[in-house]
């Protein structure tokens, strides 16, 4: 989102970015005004653990339950936070993520939900449940639009083992968060070097190929810059951007199951040595080329409030 908030900022509206305290620092080194919002995420991800679990619960109710536990619940004390913010500013558009369910609450003249990555399997069917689970207590929200008529923008790391690629003729860059010390992946070989994080506008001009867990970030970078991807999924709509990966030939997927030293080495291999996925990368690079731009979209959103 924050491409979409710069432009607007160069536009000349007031831009004003509401988050958890955890995301506060980050956002207003970034030039934007920050608001802190509801609960860290930590207190967060408590109430997800202490969740009462069943035995009897499916994959399906489980996802829901977990679902509820981490975006709705938590929207209630956003939302209270974000009507007593507004109150006197009074703001003229709304861009919330689609699970950000306190923004609801602000009245506009306009509301956009803004996506993130490949549609996972009944995204608003899901938003639209947790909105109701956050009507129990708050009422009726402000906008009331169904969220399938709500103008929608969307853009559209799992570690791989290192002995999948040690003895590939190619240098290897592994990002593996902050929380994880690199100095744990030792002893590395010359061609493999780990970071907690490094800019993707950076490196992946520099890049032949891209494997990661197909979030929506790192998998629209990467073919950006027509780079073909080894998808490794685990959770969330990486399995939708994934699937998307493969039918277009820009990539190859390996589901969890699939998953070895030996079949990661030679999708890696696959990826750079077969023309077809390079070729397939380099046409969704020039079909995200043709797409508007913060800019644009910053206009049109305008021109509809």
Same mark, same amino acid.
């Given at each position: ?10 536009? #000349? ?13 980050? +956002? ?19 109430? $997800? ?24 619940? %938590? ?22 993520? =689609?699970? *950000?369910?306190?923004?609801?609450? =602000? ?5 956009? /939900?803004? #996506? $993130? ?6 995204? =608003?069917?899901?938003?639209? $449940? ?9 009422? *009726? %929200? ?9 103008? @929608? ?28 010390? %690199?100095?744990?992946?030792? %002893? ?22 891209? +494997?990661?867990?197909?979030?929506? #970030? ?6 950006? @810059?027509? $780079? ?23 990539? +190859?997927?390996? /589901? ?32 995200? *080329? ?9 206009? *049109? ?5």
């Amino acid at each position: 989102m924050l491409p979409l908030a710069r432009a607007a900022q160069e536009a #000349g509206h007031d831009v004003v970015i509401a988050t958890g305290p955890d995301a506060v620092p980050e +956002i207003e080194r970034r030039g934007f005004t920050a608001w802190s919002i509801g609960s860290d995420l930590e207190t967060i991800q408590t109430g $997800l653990r202490s969740r009462p679990r069943s035995p009897a619960e499916t994959d399906e109710e489980r996802t829901i339950a977990d679902g509820l536990a981490m975006f709705a619940d %938590p929207a209630i004390a956003r939302a209270r936070d974000l009507l007593d913010r507004t109150a006197d500013w009074g703001p003229d558009m709304v861009v919330q993520e =689609i699970y *950000e369910l306190g923004g609801t609450y =602000i009245p506009a003249h306009l509301h956009v /939900l803004h #996506g $993130l990555g490949a549609h996972y399997p009944n995204f =608003i069917k899901l938003a639209e $449940l947790a909105l109701a689970h956050v009507r129990t207590t708050l009422g *009726e %929200p402000a906008r009331r639009v169904p969220m399938a008529d709500t103008p @929608y923008v969307d853009p559209f790391d799992f570690a791989v083992p290192l002995e999948a690629l040690r003895e590939l003729p190619v240098n290897v860059v592994l990002t593996c968060g902050y929380d994880v010390d %690199p100095a744990a992946f030792e %002893p590395l070989p010359r061609n493999v070097a780990v970071e907690r994080w490094v800019s993707q506008a950076l490196l992946l001009p520099k890049c032949s190929a891209v +494997i990661c867990h197909a979030g929506a #970030g790192t998998l629209m970078g990467a073919l950006a @810059y027509g $780079l073909p991807v080894v998808c490794l999924p685990r959770g969330a709509d990486q399995f939708a951007n994934a699937a998307q990966v493969a039918r277009t030939g820009a990539g +190859i997927t390996l /589901l969890p199951d699939q998953v070895s030293v030996e079949s990661i080495r030679d999708a890696t291999h696959r990826v750079l040595d077969e023309a077809s996925y390079s070729a397939a990368a380099r046409k969704l690079r020039s079909e995200i *080329e043709l797409l508007p731009d913060p800019a644009a979209v910053v206009e *049109e959103l305008t021109r509809r409030a």
